[in-house]
């Protein structure tokens, strides 16, 4: 195929240079390296006359000679001898090739022979820059220009809409399948009187050689390679989700495994290769270790493709994600090919187990896991000689630079700091070295196996199974009781996941159908279509975390916060009168009961209408696309659990109310709002460290006196003018928009800090001398009521007043 190629100077010759010569002719036949014109510049040099030490320069005329990069036929000549070239852009002459090089495989040009992988010489000229563009999904090495792939992609593209057809690129691991190499599933499987043997009897496996990973520069002999059995078990409807979609879709697998991996994944979902094919790209190929990138797959137009995934940071949250809830049917094993990625420690991923002996192993499990966490930073730091971190007025900006120079060594940072790892020999060894360790532990310490000890433990504490002992117990939780299996699986997310692409599928093809009856040359765009579909979905919601984030960590870095904002959710760091749901864990799920948060009682107090549910509540919605009845996720407790003093909850308002006259936002819409509460943190941390939330303490005269107080809230809560008149006044939602923006808060919010504000108030209350300080003081100081009822009021009406 020819081509006609401008010719320009390259950046090296010294500009400006005006041409002396030309010593072509169109028409000719040059070959490369062969002389097309010659050029003189002006340059300095030292003046060898000189008797001055440095010696002065003068002024020297010299001559270059330009030789032609390429082969071909002159086409045309563009300067004139005596014309300056003032810089690289402009074209000197054109050459006409017999050949483009647009596809090229294995080094060669697959249209015309040529070796294409010769170095860059001198002319900085490279046959190999014309196809930069990987066009397979494997590594086999074809390659073509953006110009070729433009043309293949609207073929492509041409042909999907005929058959009125998307693009789903596919993740596997924990989207469609979730996997292990512990050895206890093989044997439970092997044991039909196993609790687990119904759960796993259908998990499908495979054998991989891996591949020894050897020193840099060892020269001894080869090693054996090592085998690995995988166990596998398929999504709940993964073979009608496949068939149904794939007649909508033209589905791409694109995993972060090996390609060795991903092709006996494909194997088994697959195993005709009806919906996938050959397309299936591997972490082998992609050209990153930690990201997933769309242009690897479609470099020219994404506009076709979705994807599912249940990771959105590896994907830097593109705009055609469709986030799915994991799947985690091995409990505890988590994503065995995610070694590499960074780790999302304390986040909140997934709803809790709904069996309530598994939810509370997990826990178990999780809180394990916190304490090895803190145990190893104590004696990090004592072996530093500092002190321990409480987590109290910390700077989370500081630890998250205190954090990161700690993990500065590990593989993944190294990995990340370099944008991906990509042909760095010694990233790439310790990769495959964090991974190969982390099958062998799993391998070696059969984490299902221990899992499953600790839940008949549970169960049984008295190591002795009985029927008879749940003679006196309930039916839910006779039940609960003898589920003595692990492994179960009650994951509906794929039939959700169906309905949710669904709707992409149809709103793209009516836009379309609509732009063609217009007559409009306009071609709909899954990136800005999915998010306007999900956004409508949860508009108007507002929801208040508590409890559920790790201390420290930045409010938009959160997956679950990204997530929610995706779907139109407004999350804020207080309690403001907006909040429509707080979502917390239930701690009556834990091993030991500490009630409600600070900010959960606060919110319950002052907002009536406030829905507290579990979090399960916000991944049902996620899952559905709509907003889900909350009946089934609230959280109740008793009144005890609940009470709050009236004091404590006006401290709190004053400090709100004190940083929203100094840290007003502008939503862009005239209305200042103040969300941010930057520098809030010290203040309240000293108030809150001490409230008293001592309704357990007083003795009976002060209980009922805390009792009257609480019935005049709640009635005067009822009255016209009263704090539900203020909940209920319409706000605008973008109003919010100065708490989403808020990037790289430099101190922590009130959420931060709620942990140990519980464990505070928990000290206080076992302190007797402090109690009856309380007392002394309550005594001293008889608040009126009606006063403080009014105060609380005026907060929130100043709030009211600045929207």
């Known amino acids: 195929m020819t081509q006609i190629t401008g010719i320009k100077l ?136 953006f110009d070729e792939a433009a043309k293949i992609e609207q073929n492509t593209t041409d042909q ?56 840099p520069g060892w020269t001894g002999p080869k090693f054996a390679p090592t085998k690995c059995w995988y166990y596998v078990k398929l999504r709940p409807g993964l073979q009608k989700f496949l068939q149904e979609i794939s007649k909508l879709y033209e589905l791409h697998i694109y995993t972060m495994a090996t390609r060795n991996y991903a092709l006996a994944i494909a194997h088994i979902i697959d195993p005709t290769e009806e919906y996938f094919g050959d397309r299936i790209l591997s972490r082998d190929e992609s050209g ?47 994503d065995i090919n995610s070694s590499f990625l960074p780790k999302k420690n304390g986040q909140i991923m997934g709803p809790t187990k709904k069996r309530k002996s598994i939810a509370k192993l997990e826990r178990m499990e999780e809180e394990k896991l916190e304490e090895e966490e803190k145990l190893k930073q104590k004696k990090k730091l004592e072996e530093e000689g500092g002190e321990e971190k409480t987590g109290e007025g910390n700077d989370p900006k500081k630890e998250d630079e205190e954090e990161n120079e700690t993990d500065s060594h590990s593989p993944v940072d190294r990995i990340l700091e370099l944008g991906g790892g990509e042909d760095n020999a010694n990233l790439l060894l310790e990769q495959s070295l964090t991974r190969s360790n982390a099958i062998e532990q799993q391998q070696h310490d059969r984490p299902l196996a221990k899992l499953q000890h600790d839940l008949e433990k549970i169960q049984h504490p008295d190591g002795i199974k009985n029927d008879e002992d749940n003679s006196e117990a309930s039916n839910d939780e006779a039940n609960e009781t003898r589920d003595e299996n692990l492994l179960y699986d009650d994951d509906t997310e794929l039939y959700s996941l169906e309905n949710a692409l669904k709707k992409i599928h149809s709103k793209y093809y009516e836009i379309l159908e609509k732009n063609e009856s217009e007559n409009l040359n306009l071609k709909p765009d899954l990136t800005s279509i999915i998010p306007a579909l999900k956004h409508k979905c949860l508009e108007g919601v507002v929801v208040l975390f508590s409890g559920i984030l790790p201390l420290g960590i930045n409010l938009d870095r959160a997956d679950i916060v990204i997530w929610c904002r995706q779907f139109g959710v407004k999350v804020v760091s ?230």
Not at 95 to 101: F, G, L, N
Not at 305 to 323: H, P, Q, T
Not at 674 to 700: K, N, Q, R
């Open 574 to 803: 207080e309690v403001f009168p907006e909040v429509t749901h707080v979502v917390c864990r239930d701690n009556r799920t834990k091993n030991y009961n500490v009630g409600p948060t600070f900010k959960v009682r606060v919110a319950k107090k002052l907002i009536p209408n406030v829905k507290i549910v579990n979090p399960d509540w916000l991944f049902a919605c996620l899952s559905s696309w709509s907003k889900v009845d909350e009946t089934e996720y609230l959280i109740d407790s008793n009144d005890e659990d609940w009470k709050v003093n009236p004091r404590d909850i006006k401290k709190y308002q004053d400090v709100l109310a004190k940083h929203r006259e100094n840290q007003e936002v502008d939503d862009g819409f005239g209305i200042s709002v103040d969300y941010s509460l930057d520098g809030v943190d010290a203040e309240v941390d000293d108030f809150l460290a001490g409230t008293s939330d001592d309704d357990d303490d007083e003795d009976d005269e002060d209980d009922d006196e805390v009792d009257e107080d609480d019935d005049k809230m709640e009635e005067d809560e009822n009255n016209e003018g009263g704090i539900e008149r203020v909940v209920e006044t319409p706000i605008r939602d973008e109003a919010f928009e100065g708490e989403e923006k808020r990037n790289g808060i430099s101190k922590r919010t009130l959420s931060d800090s709620e942990d140990e504000i519980e464990s505070s108030t928990k000290r206080q209350k076992q302190d007797k001398e402090e109690t009856k300080k309380v007392e002394e003081e309550e005594e001293e100081e008889e608040v009126d009521l009606d006063e403080l009822e009014q105060e609380l009021l005026d907060g929130f009406d100043d709030l009211e007043e600045t929207v």
């Open 160 to 215: 999907l809409s005929n058959d009125k057809k998307l693009i789903l690129v596919v993740d596997l691991d924990q989207t469609v399948i979730h996997a292990t190499v512990d050895p206890t599933v093989g044997e439970w499987q092997r044991d039909p009187e196993n609790p687990n043997y119904q759960s796993v009897k259908d998990v499908q496996s495979f054998c991989l050689e891996e591949e020894p990973i050897m020193p």
């Open 288 to 334: 990153s270790l930690t990201h997933k990138n769309l242009k690897r797959l479609f470099p020219v137009d994404q506009s076709m493709v979705a994807i599912i995934d249940d990771r959105g940071d590896v994907w830097k949250w593109e705009s055609n994600l469709v986030k799915v809830v994991p799947y985690d049917f091995f409990v505890g094993i988590g």
């Open 10 to 145: 390259p950046q090296y010759v010294p500009f400006p240079v005006t041409v002396s010569s030309v010593v072509c002719r169109p028409g000719q036949t040059i070959a490369k390296h062969k002389p097309l014109f010659t050029y003189k510049y002006w340059d300095y040099q030292d003046d060898p006359n000189s008797k001055e030490d440095p010696p002065t320069k003068i002024r020297v005329e010299r001559i270059g000679t330009y030789e032609s990069p390429i082969e071909g036929e002159v086409s045309e000549i563009h300067v004139n001898v005596g014309e300056e070239v003032a810089h690289g852009a402009i074209e000197v002459l054109s050459i006409k090739e017999a050949c483009d090089h647009a596809v090229q495989y294995g080094g060669l040009c697959a249209l015309c022979g040529k070796a294409v992988e010769d170095e860059k010489d001198y002319t900085g000229y490279s046959y190999e820059d014309r196809a930069q563009i990987e066009m397979s999904h494997d590594n086999t090495g074809l390659k073509i220009s």
